[in-house]
């Protein structure tokens, strides 16, 4: 299967049952399917990264906001469009997981969908910003730590 940063796809069932993380969205809610998974491809390996997605708008947008008015910035919720709805995109959420998890890309009459380009940018702006601060904080002189 051809996977592609800025479509929608389904996961497996056999991935939540892997994982058995709690923490995760549901694979299946009120018996159906969700296809809430953004995907962002690494191309320097094979792990993909999936961000759950959310129709709770008012929800997250209040979080959202209390964030900005704590620390005036909110990268971890982005609310964009998909199938011309607004949609919370829950960085905060972000898991990487492997092509033989991924059952198939969102599509409406067989053609797939892929995020509105916009939102797709910001996504990737805050979750490049999010894995760089990562990066740092995990880079520290090791020789600071020995004593002499």
């Known amino acids: 299967m051809f996977l592609e940063t800025g479509y929608v796809y389904h ?7 892997f ?4 923490k995760l969205m549901k ?6 399917t969700r296809p809430t998974y953004f995907c962002i491809k690494n191309i320097d390996s094979k792990i ?10 008012e929800k997250y947008r209040k979080l959202q906001y209390q964030k900005i008015q704590k620390t005036g910035v909110c990268d971890t919720i982005v609310i ?5 709805k607004d949609t919370v995109f829950l960085i905060q959420n972000i898991f990487p997981i492997t092509e033989k998890y991924i059952d198939h890309i ?6 797939a969908i892929s995020v509105v380009e916009g939102t797709q940018k910001e996504i990737a702006n805050k979750v490049n910003k999010i894995f760089k601060l990562k990066s740092k904080r995990n ?10």
């Not at 994982?19 to 709690?22: F, I, P």
């Not at 694979?27 to 159906?32: A, F, K, R, T, V």
């Not at 969102?106 to 053609?111: C, F, G, K, L, S």
């Open 11 to 17: 996961i497996k069932e056999e991935y939540f049952e």
């Open 19 to 22: 994982v058995r993380d709690e």
């Open 27 to 32: 694979n299946h809610e009120n018996g159906n």
């Open 106 to 111: 969102d599509t409406i009459r067989n053609q």
């Open 139 to 148: 880079k520290f002189d090791i020789s600071r730590c020995r004593q002499n």
């Open 48 to 57: 993909l990264w999936f961000i759950p997605m959310s129709s709770k708008i």
């Open 80 to 84: 964009g469009k998909y199938r011309r």
